[in-house]
């Protein structure tokens, strides 16, 4: 595996707080992706913005804008955690959509693919740059631009369940499923568009939860104890 998209959830991120940032959870992240990039792996990150704003909850805030504020929180998600990755030893680049002054640079693949080359972990922040798309399509979108080989997407839920485990203690986790079995069953691994743009384009995804000891390092070598969910 030569090059991944790390989707991290921005509620895990918060830690038990369940807002902000807990330090010492993306310092473990800091941790895990340099082992990673000291082995050759060429790492691009995504990361949701769900610590700071769930906007589509809101009825009083028109759905452009308040996705607009969601994608300024993707972007404060990854200066942060890009600053943590840096005291760990790495250097990064914050790249985006849309011009954000001095603080981000503007997205391309030519550009991520140079930062690649000097071993840069690549942070991809503001989504598309769209209303009404996920932070889960950016990160099928991102991923599918950079010819990633597979996306590694850290949850706070362990993996793909039959049902909402959160609910159902009895819920079924797959080891293995098809996307187009998650497209039937609606199994909200990510959102639909973002599902359906990795069976167009044979996208796979490894899902698992990023608390576990060693997630991310154990996801990259193959070693799963989640889900892979796979495109042929």
Same mark, same amino acid.
């Given at each position: ?76 998600? $990854?200066?942060?955690?890009? *600053? ?28 991520? +693919?140079?930062?690649?080359?000097? +071993? ?42 039959? $049902? ?16 187009? *079995? ?18 167009? +384009? ?15 390092? +154990? ?14």
């Amino acid at each position: 595996m030569k090059r991944v998209l790390l989707k991290l959830s921005g509620e895990a991120l918060a830690g038990e707080k369940k807002t902000g940032f807990d330090e010492a959870v993306v310092t473990e992240v800091a941790k895990q992706v340099k082992t990673l990039v000291d082995e050759g792996i060429q790492i691009g990150i995504v990361i949701g913005g769900g610590n700071f704003w769930r906007g589509r909850t809101s009825k009083n805030i028109d759905r452009t804008k308040a996705d607009q504020i969601g994608m300024l929180a993707t972007v404060m998600n $990854c200066i942060y955690v890009s *600053e943590i990755f840096r005291s760990q030893g790495m250097m990064t680049s914050i790249l985006t959509p849309f011009a954000c002054g001095e603080f981000t640079k503007m997205f391309s693949k030519d550009r991520t +693919n140079k930062y690649f080359a000097h +071993n840069m972990v690549v942070f991809f922040a503001g989504g598309t740059g769209h209303p009404y798309f996920s932070t889960d399509t950016s990160t099928v979108l991102r991923a599918i631009e950079i010819e990633a080989d597979t996306i590694l997407l850290a949850k706070a839920v362990d993996g793909v369940y039959d $049902c909402d485990p959160k609910d159902h203690p009895d819920a079924r986790k797959y080891p293995e499923v098809s996307i187009q *079995e998650v497209i039937d069953r609606q199994l909200k691994v990510v959102d639909l568009t973002a599902s359906i743009m990795c069976m167009e +384009n044979k996208m796979p995804m490894i899902v698992f939860g990023l608390n576990e000891k060693d997630s991310i390092v +154990n996801a990259a070598h193959g070693i799963i104890t989640g889900t892979r969910v796979t495109v042929e």
